[in-house]
């Protein structure tokens, strides 16, 4: 599923239908209890399945602890 997810942020990249770091994208199965969502500051077009953060829905767990993204002009 996250291949397919991946594979049409590369198409839509390529069309012009979206930007490279703009917005998020995420993704639920109807029948499970988490959704996985695109990390801030990642460019769509050479996203990974690895880099989708799984966030539990009703647990609210996190495959991994969230990261802070500041733009390069706020880290110092």
């Known amino acids: ?5 991946c594979d049409i942020l590369k198409d ?6 979206i930007t490279s770091r703009d917005g998020n994208i995420s ?3 109807h029948d499970r209890d988490h959704f996985y969502i695109t990390p801030s500051g990642v460019r ?5 399945p ?4 799984k966030i539990g829905i009703e647990k609210g767990y996190y495959d991994q602890p969230p990261r802070l ?5 706020l880290e110092k």
């Open 69 to 73: 993204f500041l733009p390069k002009i």
């Open 1 to 5: 599923m996250l291949e397919t997810i």
């Open 50 to 53: 690895d880099q989708f953060k």
């Open 27 to 29: 993704i639920r199965h």
């Open 12 to 17: 839509a990249y390529a069309r012009n239908w």
């Open 44 to 48: 769509k077009q050479t996203l990974q």
